[in-house]
């Protein structure tokens, strides 16, 4: 065994050693000592993707190589300054991510032209983001977590990364299959999982498993894959993931699922998205699993140089038996979310084109939003929502727009940071030499614009137009708006 290889590692690969070879094993142990790649994904509705990633990578001094199974996705291999400090990376520009953890949305196809989306264990939110992106925001997303702590969390990257056509929800997962049968077109099941990936990094170092606690896990697994597929159309498609190689995890899930529901969904193959990518087990110890298993995805870090994954997209082809039960429900009126009447509606789009020279009224239309007030807070709520999930408590839904305060709207910070490359008014720029003080939260003393100052909201930009958020013009200073959390 390699010195310095973390213990978990070497008991982990004593379990493979009658599938992988004894040259894959001293492989796996040799990329042990090379750094993981940092993989980034560009945000589609904050920029072009294309020029984004040439002028970070000028910007920072990175490195990049395209993710070849991803879109809008790059490695950074090497960099000159850290991603994550970036004001880019603050203000949900790209979302740092494993490439391996692309796969799973990459694997599913989206129909057209508004689908029906489920994440049935989305925090902290990074695959829910390229739910959105894969969409272009234009499906909409039931975000479920059934941790409440883990909510806070997706929340934020949802929020951060300009989403609107999501709900945030907090069940159990395994019970959504008997109140919502045959209704989403599309689903993604990242199942939680011992982690048992061959690759640890700092954060997610590696830990040696039991095999009662595998088997804990399976069994909540196989609860989870059989709610998805209970709650899955026909016709449609289940993409279930892991970032487990434990064939008990995976392989195992998917078998015990098929001989509990013969003939209600198939494997379909998707080996021939990317040659570093390897079929699925048929077999492991003394288990044989279904031939068709061989149509899954194994990701062995030795072959991809990323980290452990496993995936496998599933077709539901008839329907399961489930026992409809009523979901839990909430008076609407609770949410003291009211339709946006006429009036206001013509006046918020009126003063957004007026302002920003944006037409809010065609964001509306293709995206199926409708707009929602509460007190003096105005919200952009996902129609699909309101027919189909209307008395499902949420903890979080769509984007606020603003406040609209004596019939004046002050857009939020999520509004400005979402739709700004599209503003062809309501702008200033700043100099080179204060993006450093704007970013770090001072307000610019005596701003160099045109505009007279009236305590108007502005998209505030640099020379190179990065989109750095919303600032309020005063006489002699451009007051920072930024959010603390982004400072």
């Given at each position: 065994?390699?010195?310095?290889?973390?213990?978990?590692?070497?008991?982990?690969?004593?379990?493979?050693?009658?599938?992988?070879?004894?040259?894959?094993?001293?492989?796996?142990?040799?990329?042990?000592?090379?750094?993981?790649?940092?993989?980034?994904?560009?945000?589609?509705?904050?920029?072009?993707?294309?020029?984004?990633?040439?002028?970070?990578?000028?910007?920072?001094?990175?490195?990049?190589?395209?993710?070849?199974?991803?879109?809008?996705?790059?490695?950074?291999?090497?960099?000159?300054?850290?991603?994550?400090?970036?004001?880019?990376?603050?203000?949900?520009?790209?979302?740092?991510?494993?490439?391996?953890?692309?796969?799973?949305?990459?694997?599913?196809?989206?129909?057209?032209?508004?689908?029906?989306?489920?994440?049935?264990?989305?925090?902290?939110?990074?695959?829910?983001?390229?739910?959105?992106?894969?969409?272009?925001?234009?499906?909409?997303?039931?975000?479920?977590?059934?941790?409440?702590?883990?909510?806070?969390?997706?929340?934020?990257?949802?929020?951060?990364?300009?989403?609107?056509?999501?709900?945030?929800?907090?069940?159990?997962?395994?019970?959504?299959g008997d109140w919502f049968p045959d209704t989403f077109d599309v689903i993604l099941l990242d199942a939680p999982c011992s982690m048992e990936n061959l690759r640890?990094?700092?954060?997610?170092?590696?830990?040696?498993?039991?095999?009662?606690?595998?088997?804990?896990?399976?069994?909540?697994?196989?609860?989870?894959?059989?709610?998805?597929?209970?709650?899955?159309?026909?016709?449609?498609?289940?993409?279930?993931?892991?970032?487990?190689?434990?064939?008990?995890?995976?392989?195992?899930?998917?078998?015990?699922?098929?001989?509990?529901?013969?003939?209600?969904?198939?494997?379909?193959?998707?080996?021939?998205?990317?040659?570093?990518?390897?079929?699925?087990?048929?077999?492991?110890?003394?288990?044989?699993?279904?031939?068709?298993?061989?149509?899954?995805?194994?990701?062995?870090?030795?072959?991809?140089?990323?980290?452990?994954?496993?995936?496998?997209?599933?077709?539901?082809?008839?329907?399961?038996?489930?026992?409809?039960?009523?979901?839990?429900?909430?008076?609407?009126?609770?949410?003291?979310?009211?339709?946006?009447?006429?009036?206001?509606?013509?006046?918020?789009?009126?003063?957004?084109?007026?302002?920003?020279?944006?037409?809010?009224?065609?964001?509306?239309?293709?995206?199926?939003?409708?707009?929602?007030?509460?007190?003096?807070?105005?919200?952009?709520?996902?129609?699909?929502?309101?027919?189909?999930?209307?008395?499902?408590?949420?903890?979080?839904?769509?984007?606020?727009?603003?406040?609209?305060?004596?019939?004046?709207?002050?857009?939020?910070?999520?509004?400005?940071?979402?739709?700004?490359?599209?503003?062809?008014?309501?702008?200033?720029?700043?100099?080179?030499?204060?993006?450093?003080?704007?970013?770090?939260?001072?307000?610019?003393?005596?701003?160099?614009?045109?505009?007279?100052?009236?305590?108007?909201?502005?998209?505030?930009?640099?020379?190179?137009?990065?989109?750095?958020?919303?600032?309020?013009?005063?006489?002699?200073?451009?007051?920072?708006?930024?959010?603390?959390?982004?400072?």
């Amino acid at each position: 065994m390699a010195e310095n290889t973390p213990q978990g590692i070497n008991e982990s690969l004593k379990r493979f050693s009658k599938i992988l070879t004894e040259l894959e094993i001293h492989q796996i142990h040799s990329i042990q000592q090379t750094p993981l790649p940092i993989g980034v994904r560009i945000n589609p509705l904050k920029s072009n993707p294309q020029a984004a990633i040439q002028a970070l990578a000028a910007r920072y001094g990175w490195e990049t190589k395209p993710v070849p199974f991803c879109e809008n996705a790059w490695t950074i291999e090497r960099a000159s300054f850290p991603p994550g400090r970036t004001i880019e990376h603050r203000m949900g520009q790209f979302y740092l991510q494993d490439a391996a953890s692309m796969v799973p949305v990459c694997l599913l196809d989206f129909p057209e032209p508004h689908p029906l989306i489920l994440d049935m264990a989305a925090s902290p939110g990074g695959k829910t983001t390229h739910l959105i992106d894969r969409t272009l925001d234009q499906g909409f997303i039931l975000a479920n977590d059934a941790s409440q702590s883990r909510i806070p969390a997706l929340r934020s990257v949802l929020s951060n990364w300009g989403g609107i056509n999501i709900a945030v929800t907090n069940f159990p997962g395994e019970l959504l299959g008997d109140w919502f049968p045959d209704t989403f077109d599309v689903i993604l099941l990242d199942a939680p999982c011992s982690m048992e990936n061959l690759r640890p990094t700092p954060s997610h170092p590696l830990r040696e498993t039991t095999p009662s606690e595998r088997l804990r896990l399976q069994s909540r697994q196989e609860q989870l894959l059989r709610s998805g597929l209970k709650t899955l159309k026909i016709g449609g498609h289940l993409v279930y993931a892991t970032c487990s190689l434990a064939p008990e995890e995976n392989e195992a899930v998917i078998d015990k699922t098929i001989k509990s529901f013969p003939g209600t969904f198939v494997i379909e193959d998707v080996t021939d998205k990317h040659s570093i990518f390897s079929p699925g087990l048929t077999a492991f110890t003394s288990q044989n699993y279904d031939p068709s298993l061989i149509h899954s995805l194994r990701l062995w870090p030795h072959l991809t140089g990323m980290s452990g994954f496993f995936c496998a997209r599933l077709k539901k082809i008839s329907q399961i038996p489930s026992l409809p039960e009523t979901s839990p429900s909430r008076d609407f009126s609770l949410t003291h979310l009211e339709p946006a009447t006429p009036h206001q509606q013509n006046q918020i789009l009126e003063q957004i084109s007026t302002n920003y020279g944006f037409d809010m009224g065609k964001i509306l239309i293709e995206h199926q939003l409708a707009l929602f007030t509460r007190h003096e807070k105005v919200f952009l709520i996902p129609t699909i929502y309101l027919d189909n999930f209307l008395t499902l408590p949420f903890e979080y839904i769509g984007m606020q727009v603003g406040d609209w305060i004596e019939e004046s709207l002050q857009p939020s910070h999520e509004f400005i940071s979402r739709f700004g490359k599209d503003f062809t008014r309501g702008i200033i720029q700043i100099d080179k030499s204060q993006v450093d003080q704007w970013i770090s939260g001072r307000d610019i003393r005596h701003p160099q614009t045109n505009l007279t100052p009236q305590g108007q909201y502005l998209l505030v930009v640099d020379s190179a137009e990065r989109n750095l958020g919303i600032g309020k013009l005063l006489p002699k200073r451009l007051r920072n708006m930024l959010p603390r959390g982004l400072i």
